[in-house]
């Protein structure tokens, strides 16, 4: 049953609403969303069955906590095995006694309570794990869409370059130009070309790098339209982020509350538990019988359990620490996160102008040239700044993405109590 609490959960969580950046289903042709991506996820990836498996393991420890200790019967013959009328079992006596433990100090109590503070750090856990597989997937399906463009824009560069040099060679021919310039078309097309093959190959890669989180959906075409929804107008200022109760700062703070539980257990230890014990005794000279009553008290004369007290409150105050750093480090991952969008934000807008001055500078090259009133290097150069405001266009969406998941990971707050169990 635990188990599949655990396995509810890791489903509610790939059921949550995708990021804001999220693809929304396309109209029509095998297209594969973002939202279907990460459900795929969910499914073809063993990611969450390390801390799943956690949860149920946490709750286990939660029914054993909870537990009484055993009590334990006892059987002692007395006066047997000895010398003259002890010789053998006749004059001895037999007693049979019940030993009931009684915990003082609020143990069951305390265990109970870092019990729960274990499960909680477990759901804790599986949430973390959820949502680093969501951040995996978005990146990695980011990564093949922005490689396949880049694969493209190397294809059609690789044709502008043969064009180029058809035309350089041309013109080499009738006298119009001198050797050099075929000599440089040349050039242009090998760079051209191995371009083109590393960009195909690194395409294969992140084809393949998405379908070790979706398997066989891989193959189908990606949303390129919600690619291109990045930033497309300016927004204003966002508003403060806390990072109080996300799950950023979850994980600090589960396992501060664990610590502080662990030394509440500790305090607890120092009051010894007593042993009730009660029995009859069978006299067998005589053949009565008598009842036997006790109480064992353990004496603290050696370990009071103030030095384990002392280790359980140090360890408190380390998690404590380790708290207000992760708080640290949660603000500053935060606003570098969007730092990191809205630098790539501004760089896709300005994309827009750019590619579109680019590529008007090197349409009016490409007929100059083939006029002859421009220089190959002007064309050259204006055919390289194309190329370079297209890559930059590419890797600005790619880059606003993959800051919009981390800053979606790092800002998602964590489901309350009720809602994950």
């Known amino acids: 049953m635990k188990s599949f609490l655990a396995a509810v959960l890791a489903a509610s969580l790939c059921a949550l609403p995708a990021q804001a950046q999220s693809s929304s289903p396309s109209a029509g042709g095998d ?9 795929a996820a969910c499914v073809a990836t063993p990611l969450t069955q390390a801390t799943e498996a956690g949860v149920s393991a946490a709750q286990a420890g939660r029914t054993v906590a909870g537990l009484r200790p055993n009590p334990s019967v006892s059987v002692d013959t007395e ?9 053998g079992f006749d004059e001895s006596d037999t007693t049979v006694a019940f030993a009931m433990p009684v915990e003082l100090g609020g143990k069951r109590s305390a265990r109970v309570a870092v019990a729960d503070a274990k499960v909680r750090r477990a759901w804790i856990d599986l949430a973390v794990a959820e949502a680093d597989r969501r951040v995996a997937v978005t990146e990695a399906y980011v990564a093949a869409i922005a490689s396949e463009r880049r694969a493209k824009i190397a294809e059609a560069q690789l044709a502008v370059t043969t064009d180029n040099l058809r035309i350089a060679r041309d013109r080499v021919m009738v006298g119009a130009n001198s050797p050099i310039d075929e000599q440089r078309a040349v050039l242009e097309q090998v760079r051209a070309t191995t371009d083109a093959e590393t960009a195909r190959r690194a395409a294969r890669a992140t084809r393949a790098a998405l379908a070790q989180y979706v398997g066989d959906g891989a193959g189908a075409a990606l949303d390129q339209g919600w690619f291109d929804r990045a930033a497309v107008t300016e927004q204003g200022p966002a508003a403060p982020v806390d990072p109080h109760g996300t799950l950023a700062l979850a994980a600090a703070t589960a396992d501060a509350s664990s610590a502080e539980a662990e030394l509440r257990l500790a305090r607890s230890q120092r009051a010894p538990d007593v042993t009730l014990i009660a029995g009859t005794r069978r006299l067998e000279a005589s053949n009565d019988r008598a009842m036997v009553f006790g ?22 105050d380390r998690a404590e620490a380790q708290q207000r750093i992760a708080l640290f480090e949660a603000e500053r991952a935060i606003a570098a996160a969007e730092a990191d969008r809205d630098r790539a934000a501004t760089a896709v807008r300005a994309s827009e102008p750019a590619m579109t001055a680019a590529t008007e500078v090197a349409r009016i090259a490409r007929i100059g040239y083939a006029e002859g009133k421009f220089d190959q290097l002007i064309l050259l150069d204006a055919e390289r700044t194309l190329l370079d405001t297209r890559r ?19 800002t998602a707050r964590l489901p309350a109590e009720g809602e994950i169990k």
């Open 295 to 316: 109480v064992s008290v353990p004496l603290p004369l050696f370990n009071g359990g103030r030095a384990a007290v002392t280790q359980a409150a140090r360890e408190r």
């Open 392 to 410: 930059a266009g590419i890797d600005a969406r790619a880059a606003y993405h993959d800051a919009a998941a981390r800053l979606e990971r790092l």
């Open 79 to 87: 006066n047997a095995l000895g010398t003259g009328p002890y010789r």
């Open 31 to 39: 297209i594969l969303t973002l939202d279907e991506a990460l459900a």
